[in-house]
Nanobody
Framework: QVQVVESGGGLVQPGGSLKLVCAAS????????MAWYRQPPGKECEWVAS????????????DYADFVRGRFTISRDDVKDTVYLLMSNLRPEDTAMYYC??????????????WGRGTQVTVSS
C-alpha cells in the first residue's frame, strides 16, 4: 500500500541540482522521523539523510551520510505534510532510485514494507 509519493527525480548533469519531494498519501508523516534512502544500480539500499519531528518550541534536526554531507539538505513542511531532499553538486555516483520512509521502517528501498515506489535520479553528462 502506497503511503508516500516520491517525485522530483530526473536526468541531471554532474554538478547540477534536483529537489526531491516526498508527499504523504493517506497517512500523516508529521509524527515520524523521516529519512531518504537510495539504491544505486546493483548495490544495496543505503541511508542518505534523516529529519526529526517538529515539537512545540523545538525545531527538527537533521543528519546526513558522509557521502552527501555538505551537498544535500533534508527538510520538512508539516503544513504540507511533505519531506524534501535538496541535492546539489550531484555526482555520477549519486545515480540511484531514491525512497522516502519513516526511519523506523529502515532501508527497504521499494521492497516489502516500503511506503513509496521511489523516484529515479540519474547523474550523467
Amino acid at each position: 500500500q502506497v503511503q508516500v509519493v516520491e517525485s522530483g527525480g530526473g536526468l541531471v548533469q554532474p554538478g547540477g541540482s534536483l529537489k526531491l519531494v516526498c508527499a504523504a498519501s493517506g497517512r500523516t508523516l508529521n509524527k515520524y522521523t523521516m529519512a531518504w534512502y537510495r539504491q544505486p544500480p546493483g548495490k544495496e539500499c543505503e541511508w542518505v539523510a534523516s529529519v526529526t519531528t517538529n515539537m512545540p518550541g523545538i525545531s527538527s534536526s537533521s543528519d546526513y551520510a558522509d557521502f552527501v554531507r555538505g551537498r544535500f539538505t533534508i527538510s520538512r513542511d508539516d503544513v504540507k505534510d511533505t519531506v524534501y531532499l535538496l541535492m546539489s553538486n550531484l555526482r555520477p555516483e549519486d545515480t540511484a532510485m531514491y525512497y522516502c520512509n519513516p526511519q523506523i521502517v529502515g532501508p527497504v528501498c521499494g521492497s516489502t514494507g516500503s511506503w513509496g515506489r521511489g523516484t529515479q535520479v540519474t547523474v550523467s553528462s
